[in-house]
């Protein structure tokens, strides 16, 4: 497969420093809420890279869930490949992309768990199919097949029987705390715009870098 013949200009719009928002969670709230009302497949989608003890990296894509000021909060399972990395390496990056809008955000930080009450509340708000798949998936760890993966499902969903569900304490939220965020915006002739803000202490630097 030759896919080196592949081209596209883009040229929607610009991206000024000076102009854009001095708190990048601020700024990346412009750009989901714009993704959002544009109609973005999956716009609150970002792909997280963990690494293991021994600095084996791993990636998947996973739904962001609550912006806070202090940073981004998404869910999982604890005892997930993800969790199971984070657990001994806080270091995290994430990745959003909107090819509608010719936008990423790339962002670096360190990640810790939420607190009882956040995770508590999200997992209430699931759906009751959504709670059972939470509770009976041993995430990341093999299975025979199919069948097997739906037949536990169906057998952990008799024991409940539309009853309330308490949350695991092997499932919850993280917190990622940004130290490092980049927006990209596609330029003509690929002289896309980048800016970085830099965490130092609790102001941010900001600065242009090259394409």
């Known amino acids: 497969m030759d896919l080196s013949g592949i081209r596209r200009e883009y040229t929607q719009r610009g991206l000024n420093k000076h102009t854009i928002d001095r708190n990048p969670l601020k700024e990346l709230e412009k750009w989901l809420k714009?993704?959002?009302?544009?109609?973005?497949?999956?716009?609150?989608a970002m792909t997280i890279a963990t690494a293991n003890a021994d600095g084996h990296p791993s990636m998947r894509?996973?739904?962001?869930?609550?912006?806070?000021?202090?940073?981004?909060?998404?869910?999982?399972?604890?005892?997930?490949?993800?969790?199971?990395?984070?657990?001994?390496?806080?270091?995290?990056?994430?990745h959003f992309f909107w090819p509608e809008l010719e936008r990423q955000v790339k962002i670096e930080g360190m990640v810790?768990?939420?607190?009882?009450?956040?995770s508590d509340a999200y997992f209430a708000s699931r759906p009751f199919e959504s709670k059972i798949s939470a509770i009976m998936s041993h995430q990341?760890?093999?299975?025979a097949?199919?069948?097997?993966?739906?037949?536990?499902?169906?057998?952990?969903?008799?024991?409940w029987?539309?009853?309330?569900?308490?949350?695991?304490?092997?499932?919850?939220?993280?917190?990622?705390?940004?130290?490092?965020?980049?927006?990209?915006?596609?330029g003509e002739h690929r002289l896309?715009?980048?800016?970085?803000?830099?965490?130092?202490?609790?102001?941010?630097?900001?600065?242009?870098?090259?394409?």
Not at 67 to 94: H, Q
Not at 112 to 118: C, G, N, R, V
Not at 145 to 159: A, F, I, N, V, Y
């Open 145 to 159: 097949g199919r069948h097997e993966l739906e037949q536990m499902w169906r057998d952990e969903k008799k024991k």
């Open 140 to 143: 990341s760890s093999e299975v």
């Open 112 to 118: 810790h768990k939420t607190d009882a009450e956040t």
């Open 34 to 44: 714009e993704a959002e009302d544009t109609g973005c497949n999956e716009h609150s």
């Open 161 to 186: 029987q539309e009853q309330t569900i308490e949350r695991p304490d092997y499932w919850g939220g993280y917190l990622i705390k940004p130290t490092r965020v980049e927006f990209w915006q596609g």
């Open 61 to 94: 894509v996973v739904l962001l869930k609550y912006l806070k000021p202090e940073g981004l909060v998404f869910f999982t399972n604890y005892r997930s490949r993800k969790g199971k990395d984070l657990s001994v390496n806080s270091n995290i990056a994430a």
């Open 192 to 211: 896309h715009d980048r800016i970085l803000y830099l965490k130092h202490f609790t102001k941010w630097d900001i600065v242009r870098l090259m394409p």
